[in-house]
Structure formats: C-alpha cells, structure tokens
C-alpha cells in the first residue's frame, strides 16, 4: 500500500500517474474531512487508464472512532 499525504489540487491525478508507473488498474482515492467531533470519509476507486470513477463511498462518524469507521467500509 502506499499511501500519499500531499494535499496538491492535483493529487487525484498524482495517485492515477503512481498507479500507471507500478502497472496498477486501479487507484483508491481519498479523503478525510473533520467536522465538529465526527469525521467523514471520501473515497472513489478509480481507473487508471482513462480516470472513470468505478465506486464511490462515503461515511460519516465520529472522529474519535475513525477504525470503525474504516472496517464499515
């Protein structure tokens, strides 16, 4: 897994170029959005060769317990 911490307005194209250069069909894409005490989490698995969204996912919980919110993925 690699993971990238860069908060470019490009990254969603940054993470579709990593994903050609390792021969990747596809990229997840995500992030992660504080509000008050709850979180939500923004992902979208992407091709790489062309960029179509093939899913999209988003849930919403409490910030203090963002593991659960990753295992109800």
Do not use: C
Request: no cysteine.
């Amino acid at each position: 897994m690699i993971q990238l911490f860069d908060f470019a307005p490009d990254l969603r194209f940054d993470a579709l170029a990593l994903g050609r250069s390792v021969g990747a069909k596809s990229v997840l894409h995500g992030s992660i959005v504080p509000d008050g005490n709850d979180v939500r989490l923004d992902l979208n698995l992407l091709a790489v060769e062309g960029g179509a969204s093939l899913a999209r996912m988003s849930v919403r919980g409490a910030a203090s317990d963002v593991r659960a919110l990753t295992d109800s993925i």
